[in-house]
């Protein structure tokens, strides 16, 4: 234990110390001695308490500064135990007997409301069911069941509403666009405390998508704009579905607006038509864009995008990479797949270089890749790498042709792309090769990779990253290129240390990469306003070549978040953990776009 004395502070500390308790000072002050009036209830708890809290809100003018109007007090007094009645009704409190009393203690004014809220009235019959066309549609009757109140339960005429909403709108949902309620009696009995509720939904016809009209003129063929739709003529109508179609389309940064509309009254044979208005976003598009990394320094990017390549809805991306790190070019041409949207196939080819205080890596590549979605975020891959690289790795020189074929599998679900409060991802890949498809050495890898996002109350959130992989191979490690060996550390790593610094080490101590990989972190963050947040976090992990001798190695620290339309900056300081001599490194990682 130790002990600080206010000599040994630093004045430009001392300072916002001393203006801190006095400004809390004065806040506690202001709360002891601000509040003229207040409301004391007793006897209740939970939502039925809330509800009658909010019931007695003060009217306005009653309370003027430090000061009360009596009249109005002793009005608002009069009329609290019919307020708190009304308040307690949709929580089944019908009979509550109620006591007010003024008092005034010191300078202000104190309300006492003491509440015998009574024998709650219970549900002694539950009539629900279904008529018309729909009477027997067996989604709408899975709803029935699954209605919230039951018999024995205590009425909650909240509950009662929102669970009567729910099923109407399922029924809309489900096409039946003139479902409504031909019977709703709630039937109460306060001398037996008890209530019959009987409801009868009659749905109506049920309606179906009619034609789809697209308005011209049309920028992009037609058979490339229905990749967008989520129904089809014929099915059940869906006011979701419409909605879910206009977000495909305002999402895919192709247009500028989406109106998707259909009117149930120019049904013709209960089938609605849909007209769908696009106006395009410009389809060609050019920036220059700095950013400053720690792994890689300041840089200067460079990017050129086609949308509409060819009027056919192909997808040209070029991007130009210059910075103290890394260089590299890359053109990808991206051809639209069929059934779903996330469906595609993409040509690329590039040029990279890549310089740590490892290795020196120059690459010629290209790849063949076909991407389809399963459904709900999960997208699965085929690969086919075309990879030459030249390289210099502490004392090794090395030439590597490789032919890489390649698998991958993913998911990734969060509920905001910009600032997410929840959700997870993780990705499962195999590579590898042989010499008989025309590669000058042999290995098979697989690799995993995820995080996720859990909200903890509070504005407190938890993070917890990982990543591995592991490579077989009956070859000496030198004949793979530094591309397709592991290292660790830098800001995606184990925070602390240098990029891709860590990892299996030559006689001389410097590092050549491994064969394994294990990487873990675990980050705590608390956002204090919606762009911005404070986070500490824990990771741990090392490259290796054998699972007996691996070495973790350990980064903590603090980090600052702002959150901006075009990504997170990231500010992080950090510290290795159980080093001779540890030291502190930065981490930043931004970008923007001029």
């Not at 509800?51 to 009069?78: C, H, S, W, Y």
């Not at 599998?409 to 025309?438: A, H, K």
């Amino acid at each position: 234990m130790f002990k600080i004395k206010p000599q040994d502070i630093p004045r430009p500390v001392l300072i916002p110390i001393i203006l801190i308790l006095f400004l809390g000072l004065s806040i506690a002050h202001a709360q002891e001695e601000g509040v003229p009036f207040e409301i004391i209830v007793k006897g209740l708890e939970g939502d039925a308490l809330k509800n009658v809290e909010l019931a007695l809100t003060p009217p306005e003018g009653m309370i003027k500064g430090n000061e009360v109007d009596r009249l109005l007090l002793a009005l608002f007094e009069q009329e609290a135990p019919q307020k708190i009645r009304e308040a307690l009704e949709p929580f089944g409190y019908y009979q509550a007997q109620i006591q007010t009393s003024l008092e005034r203690p010191a300078n202000r004014w104190r309300l006492l409301v003491t509440i015998n809220p009574g024998r709650p009235v219970r549900i002694s019959s539950l009539k629900i069911d279904l008529n018309g066309p729909g009477a027997r549609d067996e989604k709408l009757r899975r709803g029935l069941p699954e209605f919230p109140l039951k018999e024995g339960d205590i009425l909650r005429q909240d509950r009662y509403e929102e669970a009567k909403k729910a099923l109407r709108d399922n029924a809309l949902e489900g096409g039946y666009l003139q479902a409504d309620y031909a019977v709703h009696l709630i039937r109460l009995s306060l001398k037996e405390h008890a209530a019959q509720i009987e409801l009868v939904l009659e749905t109506g016809p049920r309606f179906y998508f009619g034609d789809i009209l697209f308005a011209p003129p049309l920028s992009y063929p037609e058979s490339f704009l229905r990749r967008y739709l989520t129904f089809k003529t014929g099915r059940g109508f869906s006011a979701r579905r419409l909605d879910e179609t206009r977000l495909n389309f305002t999402n895919s940064d192709r247009f500028r607006e989406a109106i998707v509309e259909a009117n149930p009254e120019e049904a013709r044979d209960y089938h609605v038509p849909v007209r769908i208005r696009l106006t395009p976003s410009k389809p060609k598009r050019f920036k220059i864009g700095v950013a400053y990394e720690t792994d890689t320094g300041p840089g200067l990017i460079t990017r050129y995008q086609d949308l509409n390549f060819y009027h056919q809805g192909h997808e040209l991306n070029t991007e130009l990479r210059l910075s103290e790190g890394f260089q590299g070019l890359a053109v990808n041409y991206i051809l639209p797949g069929t059934g779903n949207l996330d469906n595609k196939t993409t040509l690329r080819a590039g040029f990279k270089r890549e310089i740590t205080d490892t290795y020196d890596s120059r690459s010629l590549f290209s790849q063949y890749e076909y991407e389809h979605s399963f459904g709900r975020g999960r997208l699965g891959a085929g690969t086919l790498r075309l990879l030459q690289e030249d390289y210099s790795i502490v004392s090794q020189q090395g030439l590597s042709t490789m032919v890489i074929p390649g698998a991958r599998f993913g998911q990734r679900r969060y509920d905001n792309p910009v600032r997410p409060t929840r959700g997870y991802r993780y990705t499962l890949e195999t590579r590898g090769s042989v010499p008989s498809l025309g590669s000058d050495g042999s290995f098979l890898q697989f690799l995993l990779q995820g995080d996720s996002l859990i909200p903890l109350g509070e504005g407190f959130s938890l993070l917890l990253r990982g990543q591995g992989g592991t490579t077989w191979q009956n070859e000496p490690l030198v004949n793979l290129p530094p591309s397709i060996r592991f290292f660790a550390g830098g800001d995606q790593s184990v925070r602390g240390y240098g990029y891709q610094s860590l990892g299996p080490k030559e006689p001389s101590g410097k590092v050549i990469g491994g064969r394994h990989l294990i990487v873990g972190s675990l980050e705590i963050e608390k956002a204090f306003s919606p762009v911005w947040g404070l986070a500490a976090f824990y990771d741990v992990g090392n490259a290796f070549d054998q699972f007996h001798q691996v070495e973790l190695k350990q980064g903590a620290g603090l980090g600052i978040r702002f959150y901006t339309p075009v990504g997170p900056v990231r500010i992080d300081l950090a510290r290795q953990i159980e080093e001779t001599s540890p030291q502190y490194r930065i981490h930043l990682s931004m970008g923007f776009g001029l």
